[in-house]
């Protein structure tokens, strides 16, 4: 079948995914297309997202019109996401200050993240910075490529790209409401994104440092993290040699564009990655011509 033309539609009675999957593989390379039969939006989506490639398609079978707006909206979702790429702009830092305890949140998701990725998290909804995973390795600590170390719970993160509102922006969540389930964007040096799901939310007390990065508007913005060598911020390439904690990768490829800069070893005049947005928000949603003054 996978090689005939046109058209082929599984409809599964019992099992649904291990059966998708192996028609899936089996399909891939010929130029038959592969349609699913479902009664609901969670199995299309289901469907659409098996072994990673998909069906080609999937035919609703639903007296119930709110199941066909839930696959349109998932279908429109996924469209946005494959093309969006957020603007990342270089930010100098221009004060690193060691504070007290607070209670900070460890994102252990459910994938792992690649060299360069991580959450984008900041103390005020106008600037995120790009906080990358735990993914290096070091002589103390395993490599753990599916942890971002992200801060403070007062901390904002971006939600999944889907859920926007207000100018097309990401809905923005506290860290502290991240519980397991839950989707957030990760996001390359490149500013390419991704929806993960959250699998484990850890929160623990633990000391802090406040990174203060000046962008070319002249506008300082800062961020809380914890006080460890494992926390990186993700900028623009540079000289990290005599760098013990930054990350090596970042030397050894020449086509490598950026650095990810312990807070340990983080100084006046580094340059990090910066997420400018609305700085407004309600729920999370942008409100475009709200003022407001955040210190």
């Not at 429109?76 to 996401?81: G, L, N, R, V, Y």
């Not at 904002?156 to 100018?167: E, K, R």
């Not at 409401?177 to 633990?206: N, Y």
């Not at 990655?273 to 309600?282: C, I, K, N």
């Amino acid at each position: 079948l996978s090689m005939s033309q046109g058209s082929v539609v599984m409809d599964c009675r019992d099992w649904q995914i291990i059966p998708a999957e192996n028609l899936v593989a089996a399909f891939q390379h010929g130029p038959a297309c592969l349609l699913a039969a479902t009664t609901t939006c969670a199995d299309a989506c289901t469907m659409l997202g098996a072994l990673e490639v998909g069906t080609d398609g999937v035919v609703l079978n639903t007296d119930d019109p709110m199941e066909a707006r839930q696959l349109a909206q998932y279908m429109q979702e996924q469209k946005a996401q494959s093309a969006s790429r957020l603007n990342l702009e270089p930010a100098r830092v221009t004060a690193v200050e060691a504070l007290g305890r607070g209670d900070r949140c460890c994102i252990d998701l459910a994938s792992l993240c690649a060299p360069g990725e991580g959450l984008l998290v900041g103390s005020f909804a106008r600037a995120l910075f790009l906080i990358h995973s735990e993914c290096a390795k070091s002589a103390y600590i395993n490599s753990r490529p599916f942890r971002v170390n992200a801060g403070p719970v007062h901390a904002y993160t971006l939600g999944a790209l889907g859920d926007q509102s207000g100018g097309g922006e990401a809905r923005t969540t506290y860290l502290s409401e991240l519980t397991s389930g839950k989707e957030v964007i990760v996001v390359s040096p490149e500013g390419k994104t991704r929806t993960c799901i959250v699998g484990r939310v850890k929160i623990e007390e633990r000391p802090l440092i406040r990174v203060e990065a000046e962008t070319s508007d002249g506008v300082r913005h800062s961020i809380l993290l914890q006080n460890a060598e494992t926390v990186r911020l993700v900028g623009p390439r540079g000289d990290v040699s005599g760098l013990s904690n930054n990350i090596a990768m970042a030397g050894k490829d020449a086509e490598t564009t950026w650095q990810g800069i312990s807070v340990a070893e983080i100084k006046e005049g580094d340059l990090v990655y910066v997420h400018q947005q609305v700085a407004a928000r309600h729920t999370g949603i942008a409100l475009a011509g709200e003022k407001i003054d955040e210190r």
